[in-house]
């Protein structure tokens, strides 16, 4: 570890690792310090039985060539190591609704998208034809979502006030259409009541497009930017949790580790979530209307995970997604499920054995679940990094959902019990504890369309060294976190050039291929 260094990035999620290549190709010392055994944030992964689980990321979008994220990695130098697989191009999310067989496809690029829901509603192509239009046309007034110059986006304010569910439901009076075009919201815990359209649309667009699934997990993502952050000339470090600030004159001259260390920078980016962040660098060194309102944003709700390691050769591999909801006139009600309602609904991503595309290797099944019902447990932490048991009773509790989720998955899958081989859980506290989410939270702050601005945050702050990024900025995911670095990034470099490298390097691949 040297001395001092340009940057100093705290947490190494996406947002993190992305900022800190941008820096290092940019000539600047970067040190990325981790406090998990792991780096990655929600690309974290763990193994079970020989079997790899991913935490957060179940599948990607805008991965084919020319697409946004496809152009994002490649200037990052991380696209050509990605083991993908791409999802079935006519079907990968299924929908699906208690008491019809139906299964309801979301097919990859927009004229297949068209087709194959016309074929399923066939009085309904005009109200379908609107709705890709519309999404398009929403992603077009989001510059950096293109890979455009332009305005930021938070500056185009008068697509935020328009909401998800009564967009969908103007376009057809079909209820069924409606709860298929809603039907993955849990990709943003949406909410009939807040979600805007444009968070559903940045998110649905880039699956559109198209859609891969991670060979061996996620984690090879912050591995490769590891890699690469090291060949640039930084350094990353794990087991290095911050847990003070040093100042001089106003500004953040140093960070403090757990482990007794003191790392010196001239500019700090914080990855870690704002409300921790500011918690950290000392409420009374920002304007207490700052603080108030950082404190006070909603966090997204919490998730729950059940990770099924398959017996060999039972069950077969779904090159594909599930989002199953008990009731199709309830799309948007998922999170307000009774103890005995519990869940509302549930998506199912497989993970593939690598020997064989016959046979799945694992299944993960994930449902919204409140922080509160975990509160008992609340005082107890533990990682691989820091081991602690939470006791028999969490033990329980978790063993009792599991069950509940089985019994649900069997209506789906009937031969689902004979399949198991073993079950891994997680719970609120696990992503608070790994990730460092605020109450457990799987997207980041509530995006809310009456307003607007109450999530909003800078990546820039009062102190003039510290910046921001992560999911709780503009856009959780890969793509949108991705996007969010750049803009950190942007507040050093200057947006129009880094926006020029980064079109540069997908045009230098162009005419190499010519």
């Known amino acids: 570890m040297k001395a001092h260094y340009d940057v100093v990035i705290i947490g190494s999620g996406l947002g993190g690792l992305v900022s800190a290549n941008i820096l290092a190709k940019e000539g600047y010392s970067v040190c990325v310090l981790e406090k998990n055994n792991q780096y990655g944030g929600n690309l974290q992964t763990f193994v079970r039985d020989r079997t790899i689980f991913d935490t957060g990321v179940h599948y990607i979008g805008g991965l084919n060539k020319g697409q946004n994220l496809y152009q994002y990695f490649k200037y990052l130098d991380i696209i050509d190591d990605l083991n993908l697989k791409k999802l079935d191009e006519d079907g990968f999310d299924i929908v699906t609704f208690d008491g019809d067989d139906t299964e309801y496809k979301h097919a990859q690029g927009y004229k297949n998208f068209i087709q194959n829901l016309h074929a399923q509603f066939p009085e309904e192509e005009k109200a379908i034809i609107t709705y890709c239009d519309k999404i398009e046309d929403i992603c077009d007034k989001f510059p950096l979502y293109r890979l455009k110059h332009g305005k930021p986006y938070y500056e185009n304010s008068d697509i935020f006030s328009l909401k998800a569910k009564d967009y969908i439901d103007s376009i057809t009076n079909n209820k069924k259409l409606r709860a298929v075009l809603a039907g993955t919201n849990f990709l943003y815990a949406g909410d009939a009541n807040r979600t805007p359209f444009y968070v559903h649309a940045l998110t649905v667009n880039s699956y559109i497009e198209s859609a891969h699934r991670c060979l061996n997990g996620g984690s090879q993502i912050s ?37 007794n260390k003191e790392i010196k920078g001239d500019l700090f980016i914080s990855n ?31 998730g729950f995970s059940l990770y099924i390691v398959l017996k060999p050769n039972s069950f077969k591999y779904q090159n594909k997604n599930f989002y199953h909801i008990k ?6 009600d998922g999170q307000d499920y009774t103890h005995e309602s519990w869940p509302e609904g549930y998506m199912v991503s497989m993970g593939i ?18 922080y509160e019902e975990v509160e008992p447990w609340e005082n107890t932490f533990n990682t691989v990094a820091n081991k602690n048991d939470r006791g028999q009773t969490y033990a329980e509790f978790k063993a009792e959902k599991a069950e509940k989720l089985i019994v ?30 605020n109450r457990g939270s799987i997207y980041g702050y509530v995006k809310d369309a009456d307003n607007p601005l109450r999530s909003f945050i800078s990546p820039r702050t009062k102190i003039k060294n510290l910046l921001l990024t992560g999911q709780s900025l503009n856009m959780h995911g890969i793509l949108g976190v991705t996007i969010g670095a750049v803009l950190t990034c942007s507040e050093v470099v200057g947006m129009e050039t880094l926006l020029n490298k980064i079109l540069d390097a997908n045009k230098t691949e162009e005419s190499g291929l010519n």
């Open 272 to 302: 870690i979530e704002p409300k921790l962040t500011v918690k950290l660098v000392g409420e009374d060194r920002f304007r207490k209307a700052y603080t108030n309102r950082i404190k006070n944003i909603e966090s997204i709700i919490a």
């Open 408 to 437: 649900e998955l069997e209506k789906k899958f009937p031969n689902i019990r004979d399949c198991i081989q073993e079950i891994y859980t997680s719970t609120p506290l696990s992503y608070r504890d790994y990730i460092g989410a």
């Open 327 to 332: 009731d199709h006139n309830k799309v948007w």
């Open 353 to 370: 054995n690598k020997k064989t595309d016959t046979w799945g290797d694992s299944l993960t099944v994930m449902t919204y679940m409140r």
């Open 223 to 259: 591995k490769i930017l590891i890699r690469r952050l090291k060949e640039n000339g930084g350094d990353a470090f794990k087991h290095h949790e911050v847990v003070k600030f040093g100042y001089e004159d106003k500004k953040i001259s140093s960070v403090f580790t757990k482990n």
